[in-house]
Nanobody, 111 residues
């Protein structure tokens, strides 16, 4: 069963871009606001962006203007486009929806 499965993490240089994907089960995707959070070593998990079923988005101040969250209703998938990445964006990124969480995908920003 799918539930929430993230992909797209990796190593990128400062200033670079990555796109994360979260494939969700339809029963979650159709009913709930979907979000992306991140957790860096030694820090608490931080909600960075969410998108409602109707497409309304919200971002944390730390990523506003650099990250874009979107959803593809045909593919039951939520994306996080990350541009102008900084070393402080290094973290495990998690997709969430309906109280459920994915397994996370590592993003490392380093030269």
């Amino acid at each position: 069963q799918v539930q929430l499965v993230e992909s797209g993490g990796g190593l990128v240089q400062p200033g670079g871009s990555l796109r994360l994907s979260c494939a969700a089960s339809r029963n979650i995707f159709d009913r709930y606001t979907m979000g992306w959070s991140r957790q860096a070593p030694g820090k608490q998990r931080e909600l960075v962006a969410f998108i409602t079923r109707g497409g309304i988005t919200n971002y944390s101040d730390s990523v506003k203007g650099r990250f874009t969250i979107s959803r593809d209703n045909d593919k039951n998938t939520v994306y996080l486009q990350m541009n102008s990445l900084k070393p402080e964006d290094t973290a495990v990124y998690y997709c969430s929806g309906g109280g459920l969480w994915g397994q996370g995908t590592q993003v490392t920003v380093s030269s």
